[in-house]
């Protein structure tokens, strides 16, 4: 198993929930009041049968016209028509905005190859446009045209890749676990989005379920550190991927 980071890098998100690009080395809190910030990191994972894209990021493109999230995976050493899964942990803006690139002024999937796995209620929340964290338009252009699975509850999707429902940090928010010959590794979404979560126990007012989330956070963090699974964190700020050391009731984080 190989992980890749696709790193977008670093954005401060206010009360619009517009998400806007934040430089620490150039830019200031202090312009951004009310503000919270935030780093976002897709997970590109290679096993023995797959190459599997965890969340997608915000489809932001560079100077090229170019996503930023194609170019990373090229970077990897892939090229994007070779993912062959995209699992959404949910479809919050800052998770789904890749999952669809603009062209000639209309939104077509980013992976049209690929198989998409997403929970059920998830997607039908998302294509309703009943809330600003989903925007709908990036779903209706995918109904009809990506090769679309549907999941419900907890289960195994294939040999090797588990989904769990957790509904912490949105209704029908979903974890991941995914194992091979060589490696297991849980991707959390924003159930467990970084390590700092994790070290310092605290309610999250952006969780749909403050007190579940925590309380989750917690569990998974208990089941990697005995189980040696590798950790995915998709909004840390440097240790994006690691391993979990759980001693004396704290827990810590080893870089991997």
């Known amino acids: 198993m190989n992980i890749f980071t696709l790193a977008e890098g670093s954005y401060s998100v206010d009360a619009t929930k517009k998400f806007i690009p934040f430089n620490p080395e150039t830019d200031s809190p202090k312009d951004r009041p009310a503000?919270?910030?935030i780093h976002v990191n897709p997970f590109l994972v290679q096993?023995?049968?797959d190459?599997?894209?965890?969340d997608t990021g915000l489809g932001y493109k560079d100077t090229r016209d170019e996503l930023f999230l194609h170019q990373h995976i090229r970077n990897a050493g892939f090229d994007p028509e070779e993912v062959t899964l995209v699992i959404m942990s949910h479809l919050h803006y800052d998770h789904s905005g890749g999952l669809v690139v603009e062209r000639g002024g209309k939104l077509v999937p980013s992976f049209p190859q690929a198989q998409h796995v997403?929970?059920?209620q998830e997607w039908e929340k998302g294509l309703s446009g009943g809330s600003s964290s989903y925007h709908k338009e990036i779903f209706e252009a995918l109904q009809g045209n990506i090769n679309l699975t549907l999941v419900e509850g907890s289960g195994e999707f294939k040999p090797g890749i588990r989904y769990e429902h957790s509904g912490g940090h949105?209704?029908?928010?979903?974890?991941?676990?995914?194992e091979d010959r060589e490696g297991k590794c849980f991707?959390?979404?924003d159930e467990l989005p970084e390590p700092e979560q994790l070290i310092r126990k605290f309610i999250a007012k952006y969780d749909f379920d403050g007190r579940k989330a925590m309380q989750l956070r917690e569990q998974y963090g208990k089941i990697a550190a005995a189980e040696g699974w590798t950790c995915l964190f998709y909004h840390a700020k440097s240790t994006c991927v690691g391993t979990v050391v759980y001693n004396d009731e704290h827990f810590q984080v080893i870089p991997a």
């Open 35 to 37: 503000s919270l910030f």
């Open 187 to 189: 991707f959390g979404g």
């Open 47 to 49: 096993t023995d049968t």
């Open 170 to 178: 949105s209704p029908y928010h979903m974890v991941i676990w995914i």
């Open 118 to 120: 997403i929970a059920k």
């Open 51 to 54: 190459l599997i894209l965890l």
